[in-house]
């Protein structure tokens, strides 16, 4: 049974922090790319980060700088770090894995994350 379990998410002020967590299982993790991405209210999906089998990022222009991806294959591990937070980071946060070849696509279920004063 393949699992995407998403944590992390929650509240917090402009400006803050988080950290998203993602557990996975069930599959080859070490062979696929892990990505995140987000979806407000009435908007689109839209990709927030990813990260290769050998650790290659690719970002969303507006979160260079201040959100990092990282994994951890021996812990079937996905990390979201997000710094200086905006409001329009609000979003749903989902975990997803791409297996080599697009042979196969895993979503999450998401984690809510609202970044309000």
């Known amino acids: 049974q393949v699992q995407l379990v998403e944590s992390g998410g929650g509240l917090v002020q402009p400006g803050g922090s988080l950290r998203l967590s993602c557990a996975a299982s069930?599959?080859?993790?070490?062979?696929?790319?892990m990505s995140w991405h987000r979806q407000a209210p009435g908007k689109e999906r839209e990709l927030v980060a990813r990260?290769?089998?050998?650790?290659?990022?690719n970002y969303a222009d507006s979160m260079k700088g201040r959100f990092t991806i990282t994994r951890d294959n021996a812990k079937n591990m996905v990390y979201l770090q997000m710094n200086s937070l905006k409001t329009e980071a609000t979003a749903v946060y989902y975990c997803?894995?791409?297996?080599?070849?697009?042979?196969?696509?895993?979503w999450g279920q998401g984690t809510q994350v609202t970044v309000s004063s």
């Open positions: 069930g599959f080859t993790f070490s062979n696929y790319v």
């Open positions: 997803i894995a791409r297996a080599p070849l697009w042979v196969d696509n895993y």
């Open positions: 990260i290769t089998s050998t650790g290659g990022t």
